[in-house]
């Protein structure tokens, strides 16, 4: 069984910067950062394997960078730039398997956290 707790989300001001920490207990191949917004769709952003190989979407590139600390069985997702379209709620979510480099989507991972809201302000 693996448990995910998110942390490090808030209030912050476009342009602002906020790192996010997702505590890990139990075994993750890959993990990964998500968001959701009210009213649309949980949306993918990075996702990271063990030995600390990354993936993002267009929605985290250039901005967003994910980063593992296997020592603290954390992984990290630091955000630079916020914008306003940004808020959401952001999750932690892990699988058992390598990560898949082909496709990145909710229903790759079995494991979530409860999640972390972020809300940025103009």
């Known amino acids: 069984q693996v448990q995910l707790v998110e942390s490090g989300g808030g209030s912050v001001k476009s342009g602002d910067s906020l790192t996010l920490s997702c505590t890990v207990s139990?075994?993750?191949?890959?993990t990964a950062w998500f968001r959701q917004a009210p009213g649309k769709e949980r949306e993918a952003l990075a996702r990271?394997?063990?030995?600390?190989?990354?993936g993002y979407t267009d929605a985290a590139k250039g901005r967003f960078t994910i980063s593992i600390d296997r020592a603290k069985s954390s992984v990290y997702l630091q955000m630079n730039s916020l914008k306003p379209e940004d808020t959401a709620m952001y999750f932690c979510?892990?699988?058992?398997?390598?990560?898949?480099?082909?496709?990145?989507?909710?229903?790759?991972?079995?494991?979530w956290g409860q999640g972390t809201q972020v809300t940025v302000s103009s």
């Open positions: 979510a892990a699988r058992l398997s390598t990560c898949r480099w082909d496709h990145f989507a909710a229903s790759d991972f079995s494991y």
């Open positions: 990271t394997s063990n030995y600390g190989e990354t």
């Open positions: 139990g075994y993750s191949a890959c």
